[in-house]
Antibody, heavy 120, light 107 residues
Framework: EVQLVESGGGLVKPGGSLRLSCAAS????????MNWVRQAPGKGLEWVSS????????YYADSVKGRFTISRDNAKNSLYLQMNSLRAEDTAVYYC?????????????WGQGTLVTVSS | EIVLTQSPATLSLSPGERATLSCRAS??????LAWYQQKPGQAPRLLIY???NRATGIPARFSGSGSGTDFTLTISSLEPEDFAVYYC?????????FGQGTKLEIK
């Protein structure tokens, strides 16, 4: 069974940093591109970042470029999101999501999400 | 950035009725359009990818159509569990974007 479990969310002050993790199981993690998608409270979905299976290709939404860094450790079946210079508008539930097999950019499995709150 | 506009914002229907949800792109996304369902407190679930392909395990009452800039998600006969928020999403370029969502509510 495919499982994605996020962790690392919490309350952080504006300008602070946080590192999210996503532990993957039930599939060959090293064969899939992975993604972070966020959802502000009561709002819609926003794609944040993607990383290819071997980390060769990395993309970011303009809203986080230069502040967030996506990475992965295939040996540990884990995906990460380092978030720096956090702003109030980064407050959201952050989901990790797997690409559909052989279909880059659609997401077939999602974690349960981890809440990041940026507030003083 | 490709903007996706969904309509209507809210759709009120009864179980057994047919639901038609629309998604319009600000420029062509070819057939690279997906649909997701999200229920309160849950992660989104992929329903349709590449405009018309049902994801694994998705019932046949869900269907997608369209290409270019205009897309439709159809639920042929609503079941009680179908009332939720639906999002479209494009993968035409690497800057993936979602629509703002359509809330399907019980009439």
């Amino acid at each position: 069974e495919v499982q994605l479990v996020e962790s690392g969310g919490g309350l952080v002050k504006p300008g602070g940093s946080l590192r999210l993790s996503c532990a993957a199981s039930g599939f060959t993690f090293s064969s899939y591109s992975m993604n972070w998608v966020r959802q502000a409270p009561g709002k819609g979905l926003e794609w944040v970042s993607s990383i290819s299976s071997s980390s060769s290709y990395i993309y970011y939404a303009d809203s986080v470029k230069g502040r967030f860094t996506i990475s992965r450790d295939n040996a540990k079946n884990s995906l990460y999101l380092q978030m720096n210079s956090l702003r109030a508008e980064d407050t959201a539930v952050y989901y990790c999501a797997r690409d559909v097999p052989r279909i880059t950019g659609n997401f077939d499995y999602w974690g349960q999400g981890t809440l990041v709150t940026v507030s003083s | 950035e490709i903007v996706l506009t969904q309509s209507p914002a809210t759709l009120s229907l009864s179980p057994g009725e047919r639901a038609t949800l629309s998604c319009r792109a600000s420029q062509s996304v070819s057939s690279y359009l997906a649909w997701y369902q999200q229920k309160p407190g849950q992660a989104p679930r992929l329903l349709i990818y590449d405009a018309s392909n049902r994801a694994t395990g998705i019932p046949a009452r869900f269907s997608g159509s369209g290409s270019g800039t205009d897309f439709t998600l159809t639920i042929s006969s609503l079941e009680p569990e179908d009332f939720a928020v639906y999002y479209c999403q494009q993968r035409s370029n690497w800057e993936y974007t979602f629509g703002q969502g359509t809330k399907l509510e019980i009439k």
